[in-house]
């Protein structure tokens, strides 16, 4: 298979890489936090964020030991892209030698969708297919783009779900031309005061109209892989589910939107605990073993989820990267067991 730089992917490889991404055991970390997303994590645990610190951050998730037992794909940021570790090594070799693909989130963002308050829309089409000719030269075997999809009153309009999965597919498309693996990521947000209905029914709605669009675009399926929401009550709902309540509704929502060319689905924790986000993957990975196989695999795809508690042990300071390390190896370990439905909350203890 052609390895770093190479820009000679053929739809085999494509295919290939999307299941390589979504390998029993193994899920996706998301550090491709933008530059200001970035400030707040750092901002939590009092370090400024300066490329250097930004740096030794990532290049510590990056070279846990052992992480690529877990570890299948990790999203990186531009700026991470083309940045080199301490020993020399560009970050994203790092990966192609422990055998995690590297990944680059390439939109430009949710800006406010004119004419409809209180939406967004992702931006970063134009010129998009340069930049991936770049991200090719510099090792990246795969894409995301995030659209951003709010519930309230009114909302989500049917202008908002539509240009986005527009935008998401035109995105996907692209990727594939370069010979990238496009991660598709509608995010139905957690912020509101909804049910799990509302959120069953507006996930299902934005999933329909992504896999309208991408193949009126002519996506090839077997070569993407699905990033969404799980299905939840919002955050400020009186009535919070059960962890059984989420995965069943989740799985039935995806069952009837998502064909079963796609390899695999790598869900967001979006503000999920940890633990939360570990509990509900395993679930649904439970509810596959006993209602027989679904057609995709489930899997993970995390930011927050996998970083939090690492991110808390670093603190800044060289002498603690061995305990937050050692911190999100766990966290690995545990999405990786969750991912076969062998994960059991009495395992945190572990650490
Ligand atoms: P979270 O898991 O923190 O939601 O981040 C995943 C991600 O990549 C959002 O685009």
Redesign the pocket.
């Known amino acids: 298979m052609p390895q770093i730089g190479s820009s000679k992917m053929t739809k085999l490889d494509i295919v290939a890489n999307a299941a390589r991404m979504v390998a029993p055991g193994k899920g996706i970390l ?1 550090a ?2 933008s530059t200001g997303t970035i400030e707040k994590r750092l901002a939590g645990i009092d370090v400024p964020s300066t490329e250097a610190n930004r740096r030794d951050y990532r290049q510590l998730l990056f070279t846990t030991p052992g992480a690529e037992a877990h570890i299948s794909g990790v ?1 990186l940021f531009d700026e991470t892209l083309r940045q080199t570790g301490s020993n020399g090594v560009g970050l994203a070799k790092l990966l192609w030698d422990k055998g995690i693909l590297p990944g680059i ?1 390439v939109d430009a963002g949710a800006k406010g969708l004119a004419g409809s308050p209180g939406e967004m829309v992702t931006e970063g089409l134009d010129g998009l297919r340069e930049r991936l000719a770049e991200y090719v030269e510099l090792g990246a075997a795969f894409t ?1 783009w ?1 659209a951003v999809i709010t519930i309230g009153a009114g909302l989500p309009t049917q202008a908002c779900l539509q240009a986005n999965a527009h935008a998401l597919a035109r995105y996907a498309a692209l990727s594939q031309e370069a010979g990238l693996v496009p991660i598709v ?1 509608p ?1 139905v947000l957690m912020d509101g005061d909804h049910d799990l209905e509302r959120c069953a029914e507006v996930t299902e709605a934005a999933l329909q109209l992504t896999f309208r669009e991408l193949f009126n675009q002519k996506v090839l399926l077997e070569g993407m892989i699905l ?1 969404p ?1 799980m299905v939840l009550a919002g955050k400020n709902c009186a009535r919070q589910n059960s962890i059984e309540e989420v995965a069943a509704r989740t799985v039935a929502v995806l069952g009837r939107q998502v064909p079963a060319a796609v390899p695999g689905i790598a ?6 605990s940890e633990q939360e ?1 570990t509990a509900h993957l395993n679930a649904m990975n439970q509810l596959r073993n006993n209602l027989g196989p679904s057609p995709w695999q489930l899997s ?8 939090a508690s690492a991110l808390q042990a670093w603190r800044g300071r060289a002498d603690n990267v061995e305990a937050a390390q050692a911190a999100f190896a766990h966290r690995a370990k545990m999405n990786g067991l969750a991912r076969g439905g062998e994960y059991d909350a009495t395992m945190e203890q572990e650490v």
């Not at 869900?267 to 999920?272: E, I, N, T, V, Y």
């Not at 993970?300 to 970083?307: M, N, T, W």
């Open positions: 998301a491709d936090e999203i989130k995301k995030r990521e995010e990033k929401n869900f967001l924790s979006g503000g999920q986000a993970f795809s995390y930011g927050r989820a996998l970083q």
